[in-house]
T-cell receptor, first 113, second 114 residues
Framework: NAGVTQTPKFRVLKTGQSMTLLCAQD?????MYWYRQDPGMGLRLIHYSVGEGTTAKGEVPDGYNVSRLKKQNFLLGLESAAPSQTSVYFCATERGSGYNEQFFGPGTRLTVL | AQSVTQPDIHITVSEGASLELRCNYSYGATPYLFWYVQSPGQGLQLLLK??????LVQGIKGFEAEFKRSQSSFNLRKPSVHWSDAAEYFCAVGARSNDYKLSFGAGTTVTVRA
């Protein structure tokens, strides 16, 4: 079992370019999350999903869109990248139905020039 | 809204010495509390969690944490640190009223010296 995987691991974009980050899980978890991690700020929730076909905004959703067309995949899109979106992005999954452990992917390091 | 404060940005500890990382939370009702560890270049891994019951919880890798409601704290401890404990540690708080979403602290980086 791969657990939670993220693609790509690294990416450099120019301002205004678009890209999609893919999170895939093989744990059959209902909940999936996208976080960004910035120095001195911990993890902040961008968007999340409580099931296939559902998405919701987190703490810092501006500039990002998400889709959960299949239960195992959660996509994070940047339509027009900005330098402020330079960060490390983590995907996490959770079994659901109340508090359980969140399982994290290895992260994607994104630099926007 | 819930929030978490980790007062120590960076702690250096000698191998074999004890370690305590502080975490203070802000939330009106009983929170759900977590400690995660992040090794360099890795994702986060759950060390332990507190939902209710015994206020002293045991986790993996020899860590424990104590929930103190009167102090709004959930400090993480380890009696004897190993070099492999060098990592960044995050405290997180959640609440049923916030749809179980977690709020993370800024993290504490632990350096272990020989």
């Amino acid at each position: 079992n791969a657990g939670v995987t993220q693609t790509p691991k690294f990416r450099v974009l120019k301002t205004g370019q678009s890209m999609t980050l893919l999170c895939a899980q093989d744990m059959n978890h209902e909940y999936m999350y996208w976080y960004r991690q910035d120095p001195g700020m911990g993890l902040r929730l961008i968007h999340y999903s409580v099931g296939e076909g559902t998405t919701a905004k987190g703490e810092v959703p501006d500039g990002y869109n998400v889709s959960r067309l299949k239960k195992q995949n959660f996509l994070l899109g940047l339509e027009s990248a900005a330098p402020s979106q330079t960060s490390v992005y983590f995907c996490a999954t959770e079994r659901g139905s109340g508090y359980n452990e969140q399982f994290f992917g290895p992260g994607t390091r994104l630099t926007v020039l | 809204a819930q929030s978490v404060t980790q007062p120590d940005i960076h702690i250096t500890v000698s191998e074999g010495a004890s370690l305590e990382l502080r975490c203070n939370y802000s939330y009106g009702a009983t929170p759900y509390l977590f400690w995660y560890v992040q090794s360099p270049g890795q994702g986060l891994q759950l060390l332990l969690k507190y939902f209710s019951g015994d206020t002293l919880v045991q986790g993996i890798k020899g860590f424990e944490a104590e929930f103190k409601r009167s102090q709004s704290s959930f400090n993480l401890r380890k009696p004897s640190v190993h070099w492999s404990d060098a990592a960044e540690y995050f405290c997180a708080v959640g609440a049923r009223s916030n749809d179980y979403k977690l709020s993370f602290g800024a993290g504490t980086t632990v350096t272990v010296r020989a």
